[in-house]
């Protein structure tokens, strides 16, 4: 596609659900990168990936969450037993290949809200 | 760890004045990418700066990196209501065992009143 695609676009559901969160990099971009972005707030760093491998899970705030990238294109990011300081904007972004210097190009983002 | 700072962390305007907004990180960055989120959208990239001292400019938009490659800046000559909106710092450290991982700043929101 023209550019990442993220669904839902929102996603409500009840404390202690388990949630899957879709991102589709642009065409032909090899890095992957997962951020949680609070109402106000920054950027967290979650996980990137680099192809199917995701090197470093150190950003993930807990053992509920958890990404997976297959094919090295589609990624989905899962949050396992929801909290409700879960809810917030969950944003995708891919790069041409991993490293610095690469631009992120980021998808509308998945708003997710747990009652 | 990393920590990057951004400030200030909202800024009101009249349409034709300045704005600038400051980054500061806790380490140096081997370099710092700079994205402006509109209202409801997505975090957008505008530039990068990899070079002590670079400056950098696109049209009104004025980007700054430290000689100490610590703090980086962007300045916005004449304010106008299309530039509303958050905008990030972003940095790579140099060296240490994040190589790769993007840290971004609270980023600054700005307001333009016509």
């Known amino acids: 596609g023209a550019g990442v695609s993220q669904s839902p676009s929102n996603k409500v559901t009840e404390k202690g659900k388990d949630v899957e969160l879709r991102c589709d990099p642009i065409s032909g971009h090899t890095a992957l990168y997962w951020y949680r972005q609070s109402l106000g707030q920054g950027l967290e760093f979650l996980i990137y990936f680099q192809g199917n491998s995701a090197p470093d899970k150190s950003g993930l705030p807990s053992d509920r969450f958890s990404a997976e990238r297959t094919g090295g294109s589609v990624s989905t990011l899962t949050i396992q037993r929801t909290q409700q300081e879960d809810s917030a904007v969950y944003l995708c972004?891919?790069?041409?290949?991993w490293g610095e210097g690469q631009p992120q190009h980021f998808g509308d983002g998945t708003r997710l809200s747990i009652l | 760890g990393q920590q990057v700072m951004q400030i200030p962390q909202y800024q009101h305007v009249q349409e034709g004045e300045d704005f600038t907004t400051y980054c500061n990180s806790s380490t140096t960055l081997s370099n710092i990418q700079w994205y402006k989120q509109r209202p409801g959208g997505h975090p957008v990239f505008l530039i990068q700066l990899v070079k002590s001292g670079e400056v950098k400019k696109q049209k009104r938009l004025t980007f700054q990196f430290g000689e100490a490659k610590k703090n980086s800046s962007l300045h916005i000559t004449a304010t106008q209501t299309t530039d509303v909106g958050t905008y990030f710092c972003a940095g790579y450290n140099a060296g240490g065992t994040s190589y790769g991982k993007l840290t971004f700043g609270q980023g600054t929101i700005l307001t333009v009143h016509p």
């Open positions: 972004a891919s790069s041409l290949v």
